[in-house]
């Protein structure tokens, strides 16, 4: 008889988004092409826990997976997090070479081996990040004094820091209230995050900077991923990147369509934005966090 | 499945030797753990820790930090003294008081464990000492804090608007006629309760303007309190989250400043009920978390959900099945977190049988608050009740009539959605 | 033996009432800060820390004072010595769980030293998660002081001299 193995996997995403559809997609082609030798059961909303606590459950070789990003990664093997750096890669086919550049090879395998994180693939692409605020913003001069929500992740504060505005941690819950009584004056969010918790009641103006373009990277525990016969192995990571490719097209399908919802529903798109300018002052992250040599390496081995 | 059976069952056999529930709930879930030996023998600790980084629950040691400070700031002795003018000849008087506070806390407070104690501290003792019986005041306090996650702004309705991508603005216009309707409710209940068991009014004699007129002068600080935080929220100093810590820095600048009633010794008492306080009822949440995880692990709320649509697809029902589910859920889960957990499965199942997510959002966070009161167990009734110096079974039989009074409103709640979607429909459209 | 208990019980006091306000503190404080337009990021990150230590060691403070709550209801109508024989079955089976938690909480602040606290690197998320093992030694402290008492009280143990 085939050996049986369960794959519970873990993501923030709220069931009706394109990712997380992407993840039952994944499991459902994984549990197929391995005749349910290897079925995953997805859980959506964070319901399997915090994701540091999920991560480290992983690196004590529990069978759990966890949707994570760069920024978090890069608590364990430091260069990853340049993936989660001010324009780094700009659009998602970039992202979906990532996955087999040397340098980005020997990060993971680092990370395997020293810290027992597998990563299955990173072709998961969330979408550009814009700066929404109350008003409009062309260059980094006008995000001064802008306390801007961001994720409490160092590489994410010295990044909103260094496009010029004041980056303010605050849990996701209370960005609505916050903005509402003006606890903060803006988020830096994807279109989608916007109209799923209704901030377009609390925001005026859509400020389309795409300083960053979040990059997911799909984890499961190295010990565990070992143990798994080597065409389960194959299948858990080649259906990775196709439901991750195919979620990152729905995405970006997504975040139009809901930037026409915000337009219909009175947000202003603001989209001569000086990208040169921010670009520039990206930089300073870079040199501030130690990552220019990384970064350097990624783009010689893209060709760019 | 049956994994999770086996720990419902210890955990009932656990609290029936007589076991203090925290320890109970810990140690029944870490029996999910040594079923599954594969995974790893550290979650039960990781999860428990985790539930102290949850910046939604530090509201809890907050309120009942600030509540401690105003029990001995002179704040309760002045709007006792405002409460015995305005309702001294009412029978029951302090208990409709106790209702009426819950509703102006409601504003301010996210978390209606956090209200439930503090109310205990500050009106609990008294009530009794004028007559109440310990039982029913235990009952009245802890079911009074049911109007706290309801009236805006409540940690719950952006919780539940978040995930559910569920408009906030059109959730907190939801809740203030649910409110009104659930404190009548209760007031009604209080009424009838005193009426018959004849609790005697405090005063006989119509006040005079003048004991009006001091009353209110006397009281105006604390009058003033839930109204100064809302002004924190609404000036955009304090997210909801961080209102406690506004809540206590305001109890100290009364008690010091204002009513220079408070002394280092009061300080230090009012310090030393907290560190208890705080200790009984955060021990309890943290371990409860050990306890969820089989839950989630084993996708019970999903093998819920498909049993509740083969039972009946009518919209009405399934929430009426859904809240009873909440409830019993609720003995175990702290409001917070259930409607973290909960959200995502219930909120399709509803929206899928057409029903409106702002209606069902007001009658899920109600339900899910529900089950901190109602026995076996509940974090806000062993609250209440371990301040008290309460028993269980004397807290069950006396709030008998409010918890009838809640039932009511409840399903009259399920089966009127105008009642909930009046506001936010005549404001948003 | 009994000073340095009476040492320790007082210094748990004081720390967790400083934690308490310490936490209040940090919170208005970062609320004022953001109002004046120079947030403070890291006064929410303080706070949680010292949440997490305010909480165990006030849960040890409860216990102690017999704060947690639990249903008495039928093992009350059991006859005395199924009673007493009750009491020592849960602080049996209690104490098996806080050596468990010491244990693995313990293991878990070891293990996961790699793990930063809210990403700030340096600073090490095993300060937060020893916050359990520590507290739940201290509750295995009272727990067993509980068991001398209630052996005291059935006359197996001799009583105290201080007591006598
Ligand atoms: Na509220
Ligand atoms: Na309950």
């Known amino acids: 008889a085939q050996q049986q193995f369960t794959l519970r996997f873990n993501h923030v995403h709220n069931p009706s988004e394109p990712n997380a559809k992407g993840f039952v997609n994944w499991a459902k082609r994984v549990e197929e092409r391995t005749k349910g030798g290897l079925k995953m059961q997805v859980f959506h909303s964070a319901q399997l826990g915090v994701e540091e606590d999920i991560i480290e459950q992983i690196r004590q070789g529990a069978a759990i997976g966890q949707n994570t990003d760069a920024a978090r990664l890069g608590n364990y093997v430091k260069e990853l997090a340049v993936v989660n750096g001010p324009y780094f890669i700009e659009t998602k086919e970039d992202a979906f070479k990532l996955g087999n550049l040397e340098s980005i090879k020997k990060w993971q395998d680092e990370l395997a081996t020293k810290h027992g994180i597998k990563v299955v693939c990173s072709d998961w692409v969330q979408g550009k990040r814009n700066f929404f605020t109350n008003k409009p913003v062309r260059k980094p001069e006008d995000l001064a004094s802008l306390r801007i929500r961001t994720p409490p992740a160092p590489i994410w504060q010295e990044s909103i820091r260094a496009l010029g505005a004041s980056p303010t941690a605050m849990s996701f819950g209370d960005i609505y209230p916050g903005l509402q009584q003006q606890a903060v004056d803006g988020a830096e969010l994807v279109y989608p995050n916007i109209t799923a918790s209704n901030l377009n009641e609390v925001l005026k103006y859509a400020n389309e900077t795409g300083h960053i373009t979040l990059v997911n990277f799909e984890v499961v525990s190295a010990q565990w991923f070992n143990k798994l016969p080597e065409e389960y192995q194959t299948a858990l990571v080649e259906e990775c990147k196709a439901a991750g490719q195919a979620a990152s097209a729905a995405m970006e399908e997504a975040a139009k369509a809901d930037k026409e919802k915000l337009i219909k529903a009175g947000m202003t798109i603001v989209s001569d934005v000086d990208l040169a300018a921010f670009k520039a002052a990206g930089e300073k992250a870079y040199e501030k966090l130690n990552l220019t040599e990384a970064r350097k390496q990624v783009y010689k081995e893209l060709g760019r | ?429 | 033996m009994k000073t340095v208990y009476g040492l320790l019980t007082r210094t748990e006091a004081i720390l967790a009432a400083t934690l308490l306000l310490l936490m209040t503190a940090l919170i208005f404080v970062g609320g004022l800060a953001r109002m004046m337009h120079t947030p403070l990021n890291w006064t929410v990150e303080l706070a949680t820390c010292c949440f997490a230590w305010a909480c165990f060691l006030c849960a040890d403070i409860a216990w102690r004072n017999n704060m947690l709550m639990s249903i008495d209801a039928l093992v009350e109508r059991l006859p005395k010595p199924a009673r007493r024989g009750m009491l020592y079955l849960n602080y049996a089976i209690i104490a098996c769980f806080l050596c468990y938690l010491v244990y693995s909480g313990g293991w878990l602040a070891w293990i996961s030293r790699a793990r930063s606290f809210q990403g700030i690197s340096g600073v090490s998320y095993s300060w937060v998660t020893a916050s359990l093992p520590v507290g739940a030694a201290l509750l295995l402290a009272t727990t067993l002081l509980k068991v001398r008492d209630a052996l005291r009280q059935d006359g197996i143990l001799r009583p105290s001299r201080e007591r006598a």
């Open chain 2, 1 to 429: 499945m049956t994994n999770m059976l086996i720990v419902a069952l210890l955990f009932f056999v656990l609290m029936a030797i007589g076991m203090p529930v925290a320890f109970a709930i810990g140690i029944a879930g870490v029996v999910f753990f040594v079923q599954n030996p594969d995974l790893p023998f550290t979650i039960p600790a990781q999860v428990t820790i985790s539930q102290t980084q949850n910046f939604a629950l530090l509201a809890v040691p907050l309120f009942i930090l600030a509540g401690n400070f105003m029990n001995r700031s002179g704040i309760t002795e002045r709007l006792l003294d405002l409460a015995s003018v305005l309702t001294g000849r009412l029978k029951g008087g302090l208990a409709q008081v106790s209702i009426l506070l819950s509703a102006l806390m409601g504003g301010v407070s996210g978390s209606a464990i956090a209200d439930a104690a503090m109310q205990s501290r500050v009106l609990g003792e008294e009530m009794t000492r004028r007559g109440m019986s310990p039982g029913f005041t235990a009952g009245v306090l802890s079911f009074g804090s049911i109007l706290t996650p309801i009236i805006p702004p409540g940690i719950g309705m952006i919780l539940y608007g978040t995930i559910g991508q569920v408009s906030i603005g059109r959730l907190f216009a939801a809740g203030f006629i649910p409110a009104l309707m659930l404190g009548l409710g209760l007031s009604f209940a209080v009424w009838l309760t005193a009426k018959k068991r004849n609790y005697p009014p405090q005063r006989t004699t119509r006040p005079s303007l003048a004991e009006y007129g001091s009353a209110f002068r006397g009281g105006i600080w604390a009058l003033l309190f839930p109204v100064f935080l809302l002004a924190g929220l609404r000036m955009g100093i304090f997210t909801p989250s961080e209102i406690g810590a506004f809540a206590v820095v305001y109890a100290l600048f009364i008690g010091i400043l204002v009513y220079r009633k408070m002394n280092a010794k009061g300080f230090v008492h009012a310090l030393e009920i907290s560190l208890g306080d705080v200790g009984a009822v955060m021990f309890l949440i943290s371990l409860s978390a050990i306890f969820s995880y089989g839950i989630v692990f084993e996708r019970i709320p999903e093998v819920i959900s498909e049993g509740i649509t083969s039972i009946t697809d009518d919209v009405s029902l399934v929430m009426v099945l859904i809240v009873i589910l909440v409830i019993i859920a609720g003995c175990f889960i702290d409001a917070t977190v259930l409607i973290i957990m909960m959200t995502p499965i219930f909120l399709p199942l509803v929206r899928s049988l057409g029903g409106d997510p702002v209606h069902f959002g007001i009658v899920f966070i109600v339900a899910a608050t529900i089950g901190n009161f109602t026995p076996p167990v509940g974090a806000a009734m062993y609250t209440v009740c371990s301040i008290l110096k309460v028993r269980v079974g004397t807290y069950t039989r006396e709030s008998v009539p409010l918890m009838i009074a809640i039932a009511i409103v409840s399903l009259l709640l399920i089966f009127v959605p105008k009642a909930v979607l009046f506001l936010p429909n005549l404001l948003f459209g």
